[in-house]
């Protein structure tokens, strides 16, 4: 099946700092994808795959399962790791679910995550239907687009496929029980309006991190898509100061450039 347009995973060659984002559950790179360039521009290497199932038609993501979305980034993560002298995860919703799987299984092997509106159980009835409904339901109304800024889309699925929810819940207890295996600095930042993840996810997961490098930054004008969404820019700056601090080749790189510029502007008056 061809790609959405807009959906198709976003590559950048930069220095030996590398970054892996990873997209939410029915979504696509699109999501990200700013935030991946705005990385890139700074000289960053950059990996935003397109997940197994997603990002053409959702009857496609009825074959697949969370360990085809983990195995997806777990290759990627280690071809950056090849690649990289440091490597950092970010991600958003489900994606920042899988991030925090990576950092539990990979160790010092991650340098730091960010998660934005991560995803960590699943509630209210659904969450008990789901293992028998799948069987009779195909798919429900999806969650593509929970933006407060207007005239912003995502580019994702308007059905959710039961079959690929079930899988994703049964990942979600998984990943909460190793939860306490996350050790690396993190930086957090959720919504104060997101009618896809509650924020009691937030909470969750800072709760059972064994982190003790923490920033939790609440995003006050945007909804659970906030890369697209009126914080998009705070999420972007913050994540880049969040890596220039502990990567101090970033700093040392990013200092040498404005050097440069400067010299240079000096030397053309």
């Given at each position: 099946?061809?790609?959405?347009?807009?959906?198709?995973?976003?590559?950048?060659?930069?220095?030996?700092?590398?970054?892996?984002?990873?997209?939410?559950?029915?979504?696509?790179?699109?999501s990200?994808?700013p935030?991946?360039?705005?990385?890139?521009?700074?000289?960053?290497?950059?990996?935003?795959?397109?997940?197994?199932?997603?990002?053409?038609?959702?009857?496609?993501?009825?074959?697949?399962?969370?360990?085809?979305?983990?195995?997806?980034?777990?290759?990627?993560?280690?071809?950056?790791?090849?690649?990289?002298?440091?490597?950092?995860?970010?991600?958003?919703?489900?994606?920042?679910?899988?991030?925090?799987?990576?950092?539990a299984?990979?160790?010092?092997?991650?340098?730091?995550?960010?998660?934005?509106?991560?995803?960590?159980?699943v509630?209210?009835?659904?969450?008990?239907?789901?293992?028998?409904?799948?069987?009779?339901?195909?798919?429900?109304?999806?969650?593509?687009?929970?933006?407060?800024?207007?005239?912003a889309?995502?580019v994702?699925?308007?059905?959710?496929?039961?079959?690929?929810?079930?899988s994703?819940?049964?990942?979600?207890?998984?990943?909460?029980?190793?939860?306490?295996?996350?050790?690396?600095?993190?930086?957090?930042?959720?919504?104060?309006?997101?009618?896809?993840?509650?924020?009691?996810?937030?909470?969750?997961?800072?709760?059972?991190?064994?982190?003790?490098?923490?920033t939790?930054?609440?995003?006050?004008?945007?909804?659970?898509?906030?890369?697209?969404?009126?914080?998009?820019?705070?999420?972007?700056?913050?994540?880049?100061?969040?890596?220039?601090?502990?990567?101090?080749?970033?700093?040392?790189?990013?200092?040498?450039?404005?050097?440069?510029?400067?010299?240079?502007?000096?030397?053309?008056?």
């Open positions: 099946m061809p790609v959405l347009p807009g959906a198709e995973p976003f590559r950048h060659e930069g220095g030996e700092v590398g970054v892996l984002l990873c997209h939410g559950f029915t979504g696509s790179p699109q990200l994808r935030w991946a360039e705005y990385l890139a521009e700074r000289g960053l290497t950059v990996a935003l795959p397109l997940l197994p199932g997603h990002g053409t038609r959702w009857e496609d993501m009825q074959l697949t399962g969370w360990q085809d979305w983990y195995a997806e980034l777990d290759r990627e993560l280690r071809a950056l790791r090849d690649r990289c002298t440091q490597v950092f995860v970010f991600g958003l919703s489900m994606g920042a679910t899988l991030t925090l799987r990576l950092a299984k990979h160790g010092d092997e991650v340098s730091g995550i960010v998660v934005v509106n991560p995803l960590n159980k509630h209210g009835p659904a969450a008990h239907a789901l293992p028998v409904l799948r069987h009779f339901v195909r798919s429900a109304k999806g969650i593509a687009s929970d933006i407060a800024k207007e005239g889309d995502e994702g699925y308007d059905r959710v496929p039961l079959h690929a929810a079930h994703l819940r049964n990942l979600l207890g998984i990943v909460d029980a190793d939860l306490p295996q996350v050790t690396q600095p993190i930086l957090l930042l959720h919504s104060l309006q997101d009618h896809v993840v509650s924020p009691a996810d937030s909470a969750r997961v800072l709760s059972r991190v064994s982190s003790t490098d923490v939790e930054i609440l995003l006050e004008q945007s909804y659970h898509v906030a890369t697209l969404d009126h914080d998009a820019d705070r999420i972007f700056e913050e994540s880049y100061a969040f890596i220039a601090r502990l990567a101090p080749s970033v700093g040392k790189e990013s200092d040498a450039g404005q050097v440069g510029q400067q010299e240079g502007t000096a030397t053309g008056g």
